[in-house]
Structures are given as structure tokens and as C-alpha cells.
């Protein structure tokens, strides 16, 4: 009797001791509660996500409409969404810290908080919106349909799309086959790959054969039932297509980076290299380099034969401005045959920065140039552009004061301090409207920033960044209600020729975004 009544009193009081948090006791602790059309929002009260929940909501009820849409369905309840201040918070009241999940008998999903547009809150909700596709459980019996549909239906995976992404898998030879990842095979390799290679073929079923077949297929992957093919044969129509997409070289090279790293089973000593990588990166990020530099050594000795465990010490002895230690490691990264383009890239970037901290202005030069030429990613381009463009600039006192600003250890404040000084002494330097517009956007007075970057617009500016100054201009407009303008930027980017496909749909999206928010205002002043 004793026993039974302790079992009792844990069930009774799950949720306060952890075991199995219910909705209502994590709605309690949160306490904030906000009802859109579509969604139940709850959230801590007081906190940041209170202060921005309306353009928290607003990203619900566009994705919600993108997937309905997608789905081809008219769902008749509203969607729970749980959106925690922090990940600690998340891991106190529900047990997961920085995974976001779909609550999967409750209708909803478990989300951290993070920057306009959540880059989540798509995934997680076409969970939810296909939970009822299968007659008596809320997610497929095959893994590779579960999570495929999501990825399929929010097909956004940055430069290049699934499609395009695993076409370059193919190529590089780190596909797996679709057979394994229909089951519990998808664990088994590295995420990137599973999820990748299972949304393009799940997109491919559905553009091919239609969104009615697959949510038959859905529940239990009966393919020889729904299409009356086998799995073996779908494979070869999706291969076929596959092959006809073109990659270029600069494709494959970034396929290579964002693919070619262990599975979790697979990677040596992994839950305690990555304790130890969140510890380091957590001293970087407060400026305690020292015991960082601690952390990145002690995580070196467990994987050794890894370069990217270098990158780490590098910037932190870089940081405290250990320039011979960080350019020695730096020429390891460089040198190591495991390096990718992406870490050599960084590691060329801290050279450029020694040689031109030491004023050896053509060293600086060729290698910022060469740093450029592997296209390692847009950001990086965008940071080495910019750079030569200081570096190319005739006024020695204009050029420091660059230098500075683009490689000196400098709070947010001070920076935006020397810029604005910078742009007193250089009233025509494109360049610096757009690195104030860009801090100005960053720190969220997007009105502000436009007025700088509109200026950049007319000025001389290289073509990376350029393109990230409409970019931003397009994103302002659409923040502060001035669609006719974010349009006419985005529309600029589509023009340009030979753009990654993965980027013009996140324009396109915008567009989308921007277009829902008019007809929303019009139909207001009706």
C-alpha cells in the first residue's frame, strides 16, 4: 500500500519534480498567454519574447499560411506553440535545452525564442500540421517520410537548395541511400545528410505524383500501395532527376564543408568534446580568452587529428593579440589535409588581419585576394570586400581609421562612434553607409539604417555587397511598413543573374511576406 501510494504521489506530481512536465503546469510557469487566429502562444512573462510577441505571432500565421497552402489542408483546431525565453529555461520546464520539437499529443511544438524569422518554427510546425495524416499516431512509421516532409515543405537549406544538395552529395560519394534513412538507418548518419537527402526525395515525390499520394504514403511508406512502385523504382526516377541538375565548382566546394563532418556516432569522444567546445566558446564569447584558449587545448587532446579543434585557438590567441601564435596555428589549418575551404578561408582572414595590423599593406592585400577567390561563403566575401576596399583607399589616415573599424577589437558603441567620423572626413565613401546602415539594422532602427544604406545604394560599392545592401533595404521597408519599397529591392536581387538558388527563395519569401502584410493593411483601412 505504501508503495502504491509513493508511485502515486511521483505521478501526481510529475511536473513539479521534473519527470513528465504536463501542458498546464508549463503554462503556469510561463504565465504569458497570446491568441492569434490559428495559434495559442504561451510564453514567459516579462521577457523578451512579451515584448516582441506580436512579431512572433505575425511569423506564426505566415508560415502557418505558406503551409496550409503547401499541405493542401483546412485544419479545425488551433495550433499550441510554447515559445521559452532561453534554452535553459526550456530544459528546467520541459526536458530538451536546445532541441525544438513538436509536442506530439497535444497538437503543438516546443521552441526557443531566437531572431525574426525563427529558423525553426517552419520545420517544427509542419510536424504538427502532418500529425494527423496517420489514422492512430501523430507522426510515419518511416523516419525518412516523417522528417522529409518537413524539409520538403520548408525547402530552405541556404545557398543552394536540397535538390541542389544532395545532387552534390551524390557526386562527392557521402550519399546515403535512401532504403536506409526510411528507418532507424536516418540516425545513423551525420543530420545534415539524412534530412537533406530525405526532404529532396520526399519533394520530389510530391511535385512529381501530388501532396494526396504522399499523405496516403505517409503513415506507413506502403509505396508498392499508393504508387504502385516500389521503393527500388522511385529511387531511380528521383536519381534520374537528380542528374540533370548542373552544380558549379564553388558548389561541390561548399557542399564539401557542409557535409564532410562525422556522424554523431561515429565522432570521437562527441558529448564530451561538444561539453567542452560549449564551455570554450561560452569564455570566447565574454572575452575570457585565456580560459578559453584552457578549453580549446583540453578539446585538442581528445580529437587531435581534427583541424577544425585549431580554429578555435586560433582566434582566441588571436584575440589577445598573440600574433605569432595565431598565424602559426593558422598555417597548420591551411596545411592540414583535413581542412576545408572554410576553414582555410578564416585561417587566411587572420593572416591578412596580422599583416595589415603591421602595416605590410601588400601582404594584407594578396592575401585578402586570395581569401576572396575561394568563395567560402557570402559573409566572408562580404568581409574581405570590404577590407580591400579600405585597404585600396589613398588617404592614410582615412585607411587606419578603416583598419580600426574592420579588424579591431572594438565594442558595438565605439565602432559606430569611429563611423561616424569616418563618414565626416569621407561624405562619399559608400562603404561606410552601408557598414553604419548595417549596425543600425543589426540594432534593430531599421528607419535609421535605411537612411544610410539607401545613400550606399548611390554610391560605388562591390557587388557582394551590393547585393546585401537591397538586402537590407528590402528587410527594413518590410519591418517598418514600407512594402512598395522592401518589393522593389528584393525584386533588384531576382534580376541579378546567376545568384544561388537557395538565395533567390529566401527573397522570393520575403516578397511573400511582404505582399501579406499589404493585402493585411488594406483590408484594415477597408
Not at 588581419?353 to 576572396?372: I, P, R, Y
Not at 528607419?447 to 528590402?474: C, M, V, W
Request: hydrophobic share 40%; net charge positive.
Amino acid at each position: 500500500m505504501i508503495l502504491v501510494l509513493g508511485f502515486a504521489s511521483i505521478w501526481l506530481y510529475r511536473s513539479e519534480l521534473g519527470l513528465r512536465p504536463t501542458r498546464s503546469f508549463i503554462e503556469k510557469k510561463l504565465g504569458g498567454f497570446y491568441q492569434t487566429e490559428n495559434f495559442l502562444l504561451f510564453f514567459e512573462e516579462g521577457s523578451v519574447v512579451e515584448n516582441e510577441i506580436e512579431k512572433v505571432a505575425v511569423d506564426h500565421e505566415f508560415r502557418y499560411a505558406q503551409l496550409i497552402k503547401y499541405f493542401q489542408i483546412k485544419p479545425d483546431k488551433k495550433v499550441r506553440s510554447y515559445i521559452y525565453t532561453s534554452p535553459e529555461q526550456k530544459k528546467r520546464l520541459m526536458g530538451a535545452k536546445h532541441t525544438s520539437l513538436q509536442d506530439v499529443t497535444g497538437y503543438g511544438l516546443h521552441i526557443n525564442f531566437e531572431d525574426f524569422p525563427h529558423p525553426v518554427l517552419k520545420h517544427e510546425l509542419a510536424h504538427v500540421l502532418t500529425s494527423e495524416w496517420h489514422s492512430f499516431l501523430p507522426i510515419s512509421l518511416k523516419l525518412g517520410l516523417h522528417e522529409g516532409i518537413a524539409v520538403a515543405a520548408e525547402w530552405d537549406s541556404g545557398d543552394l537548395d536540397p535538390h541542389q544538395w544532395t545532387r552534390a552529395m551524390h557526386v562527392l560519394n557521402i550519399a546515403p541511400s535512401i532504403r536506409k534513412i526510411m528507418g532507424l538507418g536516418f540516425w545513423l548518419q551525420s543530420g545534415s545528410l539524412s534530412y537533406t537527402v530525405a526532404g529532396s526525395f520526399v519533394r520530389f515525390l510530391v511535385d512529381t505524383y501530388g501532396i494526396e499520394k504522399f499523405k496516403h504514403v505517409f503513415p506507413t511508406g506502403n509505396f508498392e500501395k499508393i504508387y504502385h512502385k516500389n521503393l527500388a523504382t522511385l529511387n531511380q526516377e528521383w536519381q534520374a532527376f537528380l542528374d540533370k541538375i548542373v552544380l558549379t565548382d564553388r558548389d561541390l566546394r561548399v557542399a564539401e564543408y557542409r557535409f564532410k563532418h562525422p556522424s554523431i556516432f561515429q565522432e570521437h569522444c562527441a558529448h564530451e568534446v561538444a561539453d567542452l567546445s560549449t564551455k570554450a566558446w561560452a569564455a570566447y564569447s565574454r572575452s575570457d580568452w585565456y580560459t578559453a584558449i584552457d578549453f580549446f587545448n583540453k578539446i585538442h587532446k581528445l580529437d587531435s587529428d581534427n583541424p577544425k579543434n585549431f580554429r578555435g585557438l586560433m582566434l582566441s590567441n588571436y584575440q589577445l593579440g598573440l600574433q605569432n601564435e595565431a598565424t602559426k596555428i593558422a598555417q597548420h589549418i591551411i596545411k592540414h589535409p583535413k581542412s576545408n575551404m572554410h576553414l582555410v578561408a578564416e585561417a587566411k582572414n587572420i593572416i591578412g588581419n596580422v599583416h595589415w595590423q603591421n602595416e605590410e599593406l601588400g601582404e594584407a592585400t594578396s592575401t585578402f585576394q586570395d581569401v576572396l577567390a575561394l568563395h567560402a561563403s557570402d559573409s566572408i566575401d562580404r568581409n574581405i570586400q570590404a577590407k580591400l576596399v579600405a585597404l585600396a583607399t589613398k588617404s592614410r589616415p582615412h585607411r587606419k581609421r578603416l583598419k580600426r573599424i574592420l579588424i579591431g577589437r572594438l565594442s558595438n558603441r565605439l565602432r559606430m562612434v569611429l563611423l561616424n567620423e569616418a563618414m565626416q572626413k569621407q561624405p562619399n565613401s559608400g562603404l561606410i553607409h552601408y557598414l553604419i546602415g548595417r549596425q543600425l539594422h543589426l540594432d534593430q532602427q531599421f528607419s535609421k539604417s535605411n537612411q544610410y544604406l539607401l545613400q550606399a545604394k548611390a554610391l560605388n560599392l562591390p557587388d557582394n555587397l551590393k547585393i546585401e545592401n537591397l538586402r537590407l533595404i528590402g528587410i527594413n521597408g518590410y519591418h517598418i511598413d514600407k512594402c512598395k519599397l522592401a518589393i522593389n529591392h528584393f525584386n533588384k536581387i531576382l534580376k541579378i543573374y546567376n545568384l544561388p538558388r537557395g538565395k533567390l527563395n529566401r527573397v522570393k519569401e520575403w516578397i511573400e511576406r511582404c505582399q501579406r502584410n499589404f493585402q493585411g493593411s488594406q483590408s484594415q483601412r477597408k
